[in-house]
Nanobody, 124 residues
Framework: QVQLVESGGGLVQAGGSLRLSCAAS????????MHWFRQAPGKQREFVAR????????YYSDFVAGRFTISRDNAGNTLYLQMNSLKPEDTAVYYC?????????????????WGKGTLVTVSS
């Protein structure tokens, strides 16, 4: 098993930036394809980004492409999400999640492990 703990959330003005981190422990971090999902109040959890085990492949949802960057440090067992040009609609709880394979389409149902999330609030 792998335990995941997110950090870095907070309150930021529109147009600002935040960097989220997800610290992993337990099983071998570099064995897992890592993801960021988010869930806004009253909405379903949605895919944000994923990164391959080596970090060489990444994929983003349309609504964050060009603004967010996912990265990982396998030596430090940490996943990151750099969020720039934030918008009020980016307000949500952000979760990191681990899957044991790289999928063409990643859904919340596919994930094997989840963190508890970190809240990002973007004010207008």
């Amino acid at each position: 098993q792998v335990q995941l703990v997110e950090s870095g959330g907070g309150l930021v003005q529109a147009g600002g930036s935040l960097r989220l981190s997800c610290a992993a422990s337990g099983s071998t971090f570099s064995n897992y394809v890592m993801h960021w999902f988010r869930q806004a109040p009253g909405k379903q959890r949605e895919f944000v980004a994923r990164i391959s085990v080596s970090g060489g492949l990444s994929y983003y949802s349309d609504f964050v492409a060009g603004r967010f960057t996912i990265s990982r440090d396998n030596a430090g067992n940490t996943l990151y999400l750099q969020m720039n040009s934030l918008k009020p609609e980016d307000t949500a709880v952000y979760y990191c999640a681990a899957d044991d394979r790289y999928r063409v389409t990643s859904t919340a149902y596919d994930m094997k492990y989840w963190g508890k999330g970190t809240l990002v609030t973007v004010s207008s």
